[in-house]
């Protein structure tokens, strides 16, 4: 027997609170378990490099495969199981459902839920989402001005969900920095502006990018264009000007000598760029740079005015 519920006029106008909940329910009981399910899959011990290589797709290509088919399969299985509910018409609730869960997944992942934190939310995030496709799409229940409210709900959602995925990131990274076991280094930024300050749990440094204002933070060759910095413990070989070899397994390596240009301050060449060593708090910072919009000079100083800064200094961008 299917799900409906009269009203004047096709309206809800007349119906209690409990009547207008009463069609939700098994939709919602649907939602949960499509959720479950999909927690199910989420924490199986998946192989996705035997899938990507066993199908010639690579990953890329089984990556979009699953964004297609994920939201077809889940469209299917969710009308099975609401016409084994009593859901009628079921298609129309699943149809509503299988685009909501699609926009609820962006959502969430918009407001930093992605992991297993945004697996562990399935269940009662689709049963949300069921709900809410049997409150717009059955007949008797379903209105116009519901279809609004939905709309206006989505369209809040949507900065709402940008403004705390920031806050997540932000947070996310701050607790990052602060659990660096190095000085938080970084140089005076005159005419220039840091950015993708992150830290190595394994190595215990960090490292970011200084780009001059002109360069966006978009450009394709920001590397060269910019000045990487890396910041890490002191290498027991680290004996400059005769091996000033500063950084292990990273950026900044570089066995050779170098010249002494100011104390503990040390230069050298690269085959593409400037190099510059600075012994800073007991910490080794190293600055390469020198592309066409970086002179010597602007690295020699930068080096100079290392001094150690607060989290916040690394993460407004």
């Not at 297993?116 to 709900?131: D, I, K």
């Not at 000085?183 to 950015?195: H, I, M, S, T, V």
Request: aromatic share 8%.
């Amino acid at each position: 027997m299917g799900v409906t519920a009269e009203g004047h006029g096709g309206g809800t106008d007349g119906i209690d609170g409990r009547a207008l909940l009463r069609p939700l329910i098994r939709p919602a009981g649907v939602g949960a378990l499509l959720g479950g399910l999909w927690l199910l899959v989420a924490v199986l011990p998946w192989d996705l490099g035997d899938f990507c290589e066993s199908e010639g797709w690579g990953c890329l290509g089984f990556g979009l495969l699953l964004m297609v088919a994920i939201p077809v399969v889940a469209a299917l299985l969710g009308w099975v199981l609401l016409r084994l509910a009593g859901v009628r018409p079921a298609w129309r609730v699943a149809g509503v459902g299988g685009l909501l869960g699609v926009l609820a997944d962006v959502l969430s992942y918009r407001a930093g839920g992605s992991g297993l934190w945004g697996s562990l939310a399935a269940p009662p995030l689709l049963a949300a989402v069921y709900a809410a496709a049997a409150a717009v799409a059955l007949p008797g229940i379903g209105s116009l001005r519901r279809w609004g409210a939905l709309a206006g709900v989505l369209v809040l959602l949507w900065p709402l969900t940008g403004v705390l995925g920031d806050q997540q990131l932000s947070g996310y990274r701050e607790r990052q920095l602060a659990s660096v076991q190095v000085p938080l280094l970084a140089p005076e930024l005159d005419g220039y502006r840091l950015y993708f300050a992150q830290a190595n749990q394994f190595s215990g440094t960090f490292d970011y990018l200084i780009l001059p204002s002109s360069v966006p933070t978009s450009a394709d060759d920001r590397e060269r264009l910019g000045i990487r910095v890396t910041v890490g413990p002191q290498l027991p070989g680290f004996a400059p000007p005769d091996a000033c070899e500063a950084m292990s397994g990273g950026a900044g390596d570089g066995a050779g000598p170098c010249e002494q240009v100011a104390p503990d301050t040390w230069r050298s060449n690269t085959y593409d760029s400037v190099r510059y060593v600075a012994r800073r708090q007991g910490a080794i910072v190293v600055l390469i740079g020198g592309g066409p919009t970086v002179s010597d000079g602007d690295l020699r100083a930068m080096a100079q005015s290392l001094a150690v800064r607060k989290t916040g200094f690394f993460l407004d961008e």
